[in-house]
Every structure is written in structure tokens, then in C-alpha cells.
């Protein structure tokens, strides 16, 4: 487990907070390793389905960026340029 805290909010269903977390933890394993596009793509529109508003969105990730140090929307935006079957890592 991280040393740092996930942005949740307390509205949340038990099943949105684990699809946050999991976006979170796809960040992350770019940063530490690798991920695949396709599965973080997945874990992505998981997340949208909680967060659906880019305000939100922006707001959620600064806050895990300032946690951790990791910024979600330079791997959002590595997968949106990249094609299927690569390996999403921040170098």
C-alpha cells in the first residue's frame, strides 16, 4: 500500500470507491512499472463513469497528484496517443 491517501469522496457507493481507487492504483503502476493500454483504458472509463465531469475530474486528480507526486493526465493522455497492445509507462 501507498504512503499517501486516494482522493475518495464520502457520496460514493462502495463499488465507486474501488473503481477510483483502481484508476489510482493504474496511475501508479505507470509510474512504478508498466501498464497495458487496453487494461488501463478500462480501469479509465470506470473511473469516468464515477467522475463523469472534467471539473470533478481535475479536482480528483490534483488532489492525488499532491498526495503522490504522480500526474493522472500525463498517463490519460499516453494512452490516448498510444495504440493497442502498448505498455503505458512513465519514464
Aim: hydrophobic share 40%; net charge negative; proline share 2%.
Amino acid at each position: 500500500m501507498s504512503g499517501y491517501q486516494y482522493p475518495l469522496r464520502a457520496d460514493w457507493t462502495t463499488e465507486e470507491i474501488v473503481a477510483v481507487i483502481d484508476f489510482f492504483s493504474k496511475v501508479e503502476q505507470a509510474y512504478e512499472s508498466s501498464v497495458e493500454r487496453e487494461e488501463f483504458m478500462k480501469y479509465y472509463r470506470a473511473f469516468k463513469k464515477v467522475v463523469p465531469s472534467m471539473a470533478e475530474e481535475k479536482t480528483l486528480c490534483k488532489e492525488f497528484e499532491e498526495s503522490s507526486t504522480y500526474v493522472a493526465f500525463r498517463v490519460v493522455k499516453l494512452a490516448k496517443d498510444s495504440v493497442a497492445g502498448e505498455q503505458l509507462k512513465i519514464k
